[in-house]
């Protein structure tokens, strides 16, 4: 557990799925308690880590590490990927983000010398496309990807599905 003023990070634990679920669920793009449970099971299996930011006993933010990126390039390679970063829009720019981020990229760097990350291409990946760039993740120059493959010349509608892969090394 790390704490910082009224800032603590700490792992997930089973009874997280639903308060962050519930927390999230007012958000434009909520997600099912389900997804949490899943990360909490990949947790236990030791195929994600998953970190959450709490204020005042309430869950502000978490992000997720996956410790094999279904992303082939980086599979291969045996890059851990950054997956999941959110942080409630009240306590957004003021550090929680990147006190994640610099949390999971220290775990990270117990594993290996690069950490990757997919963000989005809509709008709505704006700030996560921002924080990226400010941490110094840079293009892995394979291009835009959709549902963790590459695109090859298809035309394709901006979607929650597509992004770009970036790598920083560490």
Same mark, same amino acid.
């Given at each position: 557990?790390?704490?910082?003023? *009224?800032?603590?990070? /700490?792992?997930? #634990?089973? =009874?997280?799925? &639903?308060?962050?679920? #519930?927390?999230?669920?007012?958000?434009?793009?909520?997600?099912?308690?389900?997804? +949490?449970?899943?990360?909490?099971?990949? /947790?236990?299996?030791?195929? &994600?880590?998953?970190?959450?930011?709490?204020?005042?006993?309430?869950?502000?933010?978490?992000?997720?590490?996956?410790?094999?990126?279904?992303?082939?390039? !980086?599979?291969?390679?045996?890059?851990?990927?950054?997956?999941?970063?959110?942080?409630?829009?009240? +306590?957004?720019?003021?550090?929680? %983000?990147? &006190?994640?981020? *610099? #949390?999971?990229? /220290? &775990?990270?760097?117990? !594993?290996?010398?690069?950490?990757?990350?997919?963000?989005?291409?809509?709008?709505? +990946?704006? %700030?996560?496309?921002?924080?990226?760039? /400010?941490?110094?993740?840079?293009? *892995?120059?394979?291009?835009?990807?959709?549902?963790?493959?590459?695109?090859?010349?298809? =035309?394709?509608?901006?979607?929650?599905?597509?992004?770009?892969?970036?790598?920083?090394?560490?």
């Amino acid at each position: 557990m790390d704490s910082d003023g *009224d800032i603590i990070l /700490k792992d997930m #634990e089973e =009874q997280d799925c &639903r308060l962050i679920a #519930e927390v999230f669920s007012k958000e434009e793009h909520s997600t099912p308690i389900k997804l +949490y449970q899943s990360y909490f099971q990949q /947790k236990k299996s030791d195929i &994600r880590d998953i970190i959450i930011a709490w204020h005042k006993g309430q869950v502000i933010g978490y992000v997720t590490i996956v410790w094999e990126s279904n992303y082939e390039d !980086f599979k291969e390679q045996h890059i851990p990927e950054i997956k999941d970063i959110r942080v409630l829009p009240e +306590y957004q720019r003021q550090g929680i %983000a990147s &006190r994640l981020m *610099d #949390e999971a990229e /220290k &775990r990270v760097a117990e !594993f290996g010398a690069y950490c990757a990350a997919g963000v989005g291409l809509s709008e709505t +990946y704006a %700030a996560a496309q921002s924080l990226y760039a /400010k941490r110094g993740y840079v293009p *892995d120059g394979k291009g835009i990807f959709y549902m963790d493959q590459d695109i090859l010349n298809d =035309q394709l509608e901006v979607d929650d599905n597509q992004g770009l892969m970036m790598i920083k090394r560490l």
